[in-house]
Structures are given as structure tokens and as C-alpha cells.
């Protein structure tokens, strides 16, 4: 079945610090991809979604390239503040059934 | 635009009980989902509703029902409370519009059953 796995946490990074949390699939079809954010106490705010391959989504600074030959949609930054420390969920999405699949989650925190 | 928003807020339950959550989708979104996030865990999918009608449903027991109402809200009912069942559970709606299959999420009611 189609599943989600993506790294464990937490990601423990310096203000300004370059960010990648990896995020690999198995899906049959193309899904779309999507990362989402959630921080403490609230829920899940959109980031970014990529719906095909080589698309890339990008959103706040926040980047993730959809590569269906490695199966991977890894969230990167160029420099991470510390107000993005939250919790990241990578998704995917049948496109028949259209229920979100979610890895894990990994938390990141920043300091400055 | 109004977002997704749930009530309650949080919940205390005793195990066996029954609990209805509520749920009102942003304007002008036809379907809503229902997730179960516990601890430390990504959500869960446990049911879709469009159009008034199930439209998927997840690996969750009977006991865990839902209904859409006219004008798109939701409700989550769980009866026989377990233990098991503390968790956020989310509520997100979208437009079912050619696979677009964007969703929005609500804060989540946090249920705790002792």
C-alpha cells in the first residue's frame, strides 16, 4: 500500500542554518506530494505541494523538488529562523481516493 | 473567507462513553476528512464525507461514524470510548474539483478518555 517515511527528529539546527528533512514514498500511480507544518498546539497549516513529476513547490523560503525516479520530496531551506521550529509532515495524496497519507513527522527546533 | 474550525476545543471523557465532535468547513469546500493524530504521530485517516455521502473510509472500527449535513459541516461520533481513542483528532475540508485534492486543516479537539 502506499506509505510515507520520512526522517526521524528532532533536526536540532542553528539560526540561519541550512535545512533538509528527507522524505521518501511508495504509492502506485502519481500521487501528489505535500509537506505540511504544524506548530505547538495548532493544526496543520499547508506549506507547499508539488502534484507532478520534476514539479517543485516553494513557499515561505521553504523548497521541495517532487522526484519520482528516486521517490523522494525532500523539504529544504537555505536559512532556517526560529520561528520555523514546529513539526513537518511530508503527504502524499491518491489521486482516486483523495485521503492524505502522512509520515511520521519530524521536529525541527532552531536557536538562535 | 472563514477557515476550518472545530468544537470542542478539548474534551475528557470516561472510557465507554460516547463523544460527537463538530466540524465547519471553509467556505466553499464540499468535502470533509476526518484524522486521528495520536501522540507524537502523523494523522491517521479515518473518513471522508462528500456530498453528504461516505466517500472512503480508513482503518477504523464501526464505532467511529460520521455524518455531513446540508451545508458541508461535520460531525465525528465514537462510541465505547477506549483508552486508545485520546488523540487530536483533525478535521479538514477541500473542493473536490479534478483531483486538486487540496485540504485545509482545523485547529483539532484534543480527546482525552480516562
Known amino acids: 500500500g502506499n506509505s510515507v517515511t520520512q526522517m526521524e527528529g528532532p533536526v536540532t539546527l542553528s539560526e540561519e542554518a541550512f535545512l533538509t528533512i528527507n522524505c521518501t514514498y511508495t504509492a502506485t500511480g502519481y500521487p501528489s506530494l505535500f509537506w505540511y507544518v504544524q506548530y505547538p498546539g495548532e493544526g496543520l497549516q499547508l506549506l507547499l505541494k508539488?502534484?507532478?513529476?520534476?514539479d517543485k513547490g516553494s513557499n515561505k523560503g521553504f523548497e521541495a523538488t517532487y522526484r519520482k525516479e528516486t521517490t523522494s520530496f525532500h523539504l529544504e531551506k537555505g536559512s532556517v529562523q526560529v520561528s520555523d521550529s514546529a513539526v513537518y509532515f511530508c503527504a502524499l495524496s491518491d489521486r482516486l481516493t483523495d485521503k492524505l497519507i502522512f509520515g511520521t513527522g519530524t521536529r525541527l527546533q532552531v536557536f538562535p | 473567507e472563514t477557515g476550518v474550525t472545530q468544537s470542542p476545543t478539548h474534551l475528557i471523557k470516561t472510557r465507554g462513553q460516547q463523544v460527537t465532535l463538530r466540524c465547519s468547513s471553509q467556505?466553499?469546500?464540499?468535502?470533509v476528512s476526518w484524522y486521528q493524530q495520536a501522540l507524537g504521530q502523523g494523522p491517521q485517516f479515518i473518513f471522508q464525507y462528500y456530498r453528504e455521502e461516505e466517500n472512503g473510509r480508513g482503518n477504523f472500527p464501526p464505532r467511529f461514524s460520521g455524518l455531513q449535513f446540508p451545508n458541508y459541516s461535520s460531525e465525528l461520533n465514537v462510541n465505547a470510548l477506549e483508552l486508545d481513542d485520546s488523540a487530536l483528532y483533525l478535521c479538514?475540508?477541500?473542493?473536490?474539483?479534478?483531483?486538486?485534492?487540496?485540504?485545509?486543516f482545523g485547529p483539532g479537539t484534543r480527546l482525552t478518555v480516562t
Open positions: 508539488a502534484t507532478k513529476a520534476d
Open positions: 479538514a475540508s477541500s473542493l473536490n474539483d479534478a483531483g486538486l485534492n487540496e485540504q485545509y
Open positions: 467556505s466553499g469546500h464540499n468535502t
